[in-house]
């Protein structure tokens, strides 16, 4: 099974162990791109929604795209309530939607979609002037543990041992201006987790190459993952960093400057 797939086998604890993003993102990318009961929004892989309600709050037509059956139906249970909720269990690289919107958005999703297709597909989507939103969260447990890291790097060194080697490269964000965008930022919100040794152990069930560990080396893993934190006070703290990427695609006029300059 491919690593952007291994998520729907775990809807349950997906939805409950995920992280969520800040409220201070939210309000920024909602301010910034305008987004109200007159704009379109699509979001790529919603996952159970852990970036979906502040959106659908807007009274936005919300749509989503979601790859995956389960977590497709655990969105429809928990946002169908919201008369402008739609969704697609359906893959974004192959979708014909079929309308154009005025913000697409992805909360660690865009980066599983070869880059060609990622950014030249959004720009297509989007109407003239439109938004792309992309965010992630890089999560810091060495810092506040530094001792408790050790021990846990212990673990991984002795057990993490996938079935499937994850070989996924890395995803420049910033290569969206290669594909006609224009005014790229970046922006950083902070949080803080705590956690037990079992929400830690739960949390870890949930990243695509925890969840192919070898059989053989599984219950030595997570065992071993809980005994350190219970032997650190049955707490660990996760320093977090919300990064928004942000994009524009060009009005018409700025298209018909930016044509004109590579004529003349």
């Not at 952007?4 to 791109?33: C, H």
């Not at 989503?64 to 974004?92: C, V, W």
């Amino acid at each position: 099974m491919e690593f952007r797939r291994v998520f729907d086998t775990i809807p349950e604890a997906f939805d409950r162990y995920r992280p969520r993003y800040s409220q201070e993102l939210f309000d920024y990318l909602i301010d910034f791109a305008k987004i109200d009961d007159t704009k379109s929004v699509l979001e790529i892989g919603p996952g159970t929604g852990q970036a979906t309600e502040p959106i659908l709050r807007t009274k936005c037509d919300y749509n989503a795209i979601e790859l995956g059956e389960n977590l497709s139906a655990m969105m429809t249970k928990k946002f169908s309530h919201y008369p402008n909720f739609h969704i697609d269990n359906d893959d974004f690289i192959t979708h014909d939607f079929g309308k154009k919107f005025d913000v697409i958005y992805s909360a660690a999703t865009i980066q599983w979609i070869p880059e060609q297709i990622a950014f030249s597909k959004t720009f297509d989507l989007l109407k003239a002037g439109g938004t792309l939103a992309m965010m992630i969260t890089k999560a810091d447990y060495k810092t506040p543990n530094e001792e408790l890291y050790s021990e846990i790097q212990k673990v991984y060194n002795a057990y993490f041992k996938p079935e499937t080697p994850y070989n996924h490269g890395s995803f420049c964000y910033e290569n969206a201006m290669n594909y006609g965008y224009q005014d790229f930022e970046k922006k950083e919100f902070f949080g803080k987790r705590e956690m037990t040794a079992d929400e830690y152990v739960a949390f870890c069930g949930t990243h695509c190459d925890h969840i192919v560990i070898s059989e053989k080396y599984k219950t030595q893993f997570f065992d071993g993952l809980r005994a350190a934190v219970l032997r650190a006070g049955n707490k660990i703290v996760f320093n977090d960093t919300y990064v928004l990427y942000l994009a524009k695609k060009p009005t018409i006029t700025n298209t018909f400057q930016n044509l004109a300059e590579i004529v003349f």
